[in-house]
């Protein structure tokens, strides 16, 4: 129990196009999903944290018009890269929770690269 | 401000051995903490965990200790397995289930 999916596993993408990355817990029901990125050869950065119905929260310096986060179900939650640029490429990784207390499962990373 | 530190980016040992992954933290506030594996392209897979009122967790292979007074905690791995080879993270946060501080990371290596 307690998988996560994301899909694309990578893509590439032409600067100043929109990328959507989704995440997908697959047998359980998350009530919070996470998103991270992590750059090479450095930890995970967390960049928004979003509640099933409601708007995410993002971290400080993490751009919201430029990352934009939804989470339209307790199974989806959806990051969308806007016209995005070299600095953008990365490894991005989701994580799901079940319930408050629950701990955090994450998905495998998509690979972004922007040409 | 880095709260979370893995000093050691890297860890070689031989199969069979113990490993010892170390991780300090500077907030006080902290008071759950886990440990990660990850593999290169993959999100990070969840090993063991430990709440700041127990001093040492174990599940099979896997012990993890916790120092409060000296903010510290490390996973132990007894015996080392090839297949052990990824990079551990380190993470804590205010309570279960909340917003993780991630260290960054050690690269252990299991030699055969």
């Known amino acids: 129990g307690a998988v996560v999916s994301q899909h694309p596993s990578r893509v590439i993408c032409k600067s100043g196009t929109s990328v959507k990355i989704e995440c997908r817990s697959l047998?359980?029901?998350?009530?919070?999903m996470f998103w991270y990125r992590q750059f090479p050869k450095k930890s995970l950065m967390l960049m928004a944290t979003s509640n099933e119905g409601s708007k995410a929260t993002y971290e400080q310096g993490v751009e919201k018009d430029k990352f934009l986060i939804n989470h339209a179900s307790l199974t989806l939650s959806t990051l969308t890269v806007t016209s995005a640029h070299p600095e953008d490429s990365s490894f991005y990784i989701c994580?799901?929770?079940?319930?408050?207390?629950?701990?955090?499962?994450f998905g495998p990373g998509t690979r972004l690269t922007v040409l | 401000d880095q709260q979370v530190k893995q000093n050691s980016p890297s860890l070689s040992v031989q199969e069979g051995r113990i490993s010892i992954l170390n991780c300090d933290y500077t907030?006080?506030?902290?008071?759950?903490f886990l440990w990660y594996k990850k593999y290169p392209a993959e999100g990070p897979t969840f090993l063991i965990s430990?709440?700041?009122?127990?001093d040492k967790n174990e599940d099979g292979r896997f012990t993890v200790f916790l120092n409060k007074s000296a903010k510290h905690l490390s996973l132990h791995i007894v015996p080392s397995q090839p297949g052990d080879s990824a990079v551990y993270f380190c993470a804590a946060s205010r309570a279960s289930g909340s917003r993780l501080t991630f260290g960054e990371g050690t690269q252990l290596t299991v030699n055969p």
């Open positions: 047998d359980f029901q998350a009530t919070t």
């Open positions: 994580s799901a929770r079940r319930e408050r207390w629950d701990t955090q499962y």
């Open positions: 430990i709440s700041s009122i127990k």
């Open positions: 907030n006080s506030m902290f008071d759950y």
